[in-house]
């Protein structure tokens, strides 16, 4: 089984931007608190995400990748609106931090989540880290949607 322990942070400051990040188009066919189900466009690849409920900053995840014209077919099934934002990825400290820069109705927010081996790792805080919002369902992506 696949386990995603994920920290999720506001950005504040710009001092993360580098280079042109990737554009990423992505809706739910299940939004529930349970479970999600994720279809999601990255440049020319898609994948499909199944993730399990949330407990702290841990749950199980299983994302397989599929043929873009098929995500393309499901993002037109999904339940609410399509997110879209660009995905920035900027080394810290020696972690690898993925900074989302929304567009559309959520353009202004700026979100930045690090993935960790163990749910209390430390890790060095990047000067334009925020308040941490992991665990606030307001800024689940699927909520987002």
């Not at 279809?39 to 199980?60: D, H, Q």
């Not at 810290?92 to 202004?108: C, K, L, S, T, V």
Request: with cysteine.
């Amino acid at each position: 089984m696949g386990i995603e322990i994920e920290r999720k942070f506001l950005v504040a400051g710009d001092g993360w931007r580098s280079g042109e990040g990737l554009r990423l188009r992505q809706g739910y066919l299940n939004r529930a608190p349970e479970r999600t189900v994720r279809v999601r466009l990255a440049g020319e690849r898609a994948f499909l995400a199944v993730k399990g409920p949330t407990t702290g900053a841990v749950r199980a995840e299983f994302e397989y990748e599929i043929p873009a014209a098929e995500a393309e077919a499901l993002l037109r099934l999904c339940e609410g609106s399509i997110l879209e934002k660009t995905r920035h990825v900027v080394l810290f400290g020696g972690f690898r931090w993925e900074i989302d820069e929304f567009h559309g109705r959520h353009a202004g927010l700026v979100l930045a989540e690090i993935e960790l081996s163990r749910p209390d790792e430390e890790f060095p805080r990047p000067p334009w880290l925020g308040p941490e919002v992991t665990g606030d369902p307001r800024y689940f992506n699927s909520s987002l949607a």
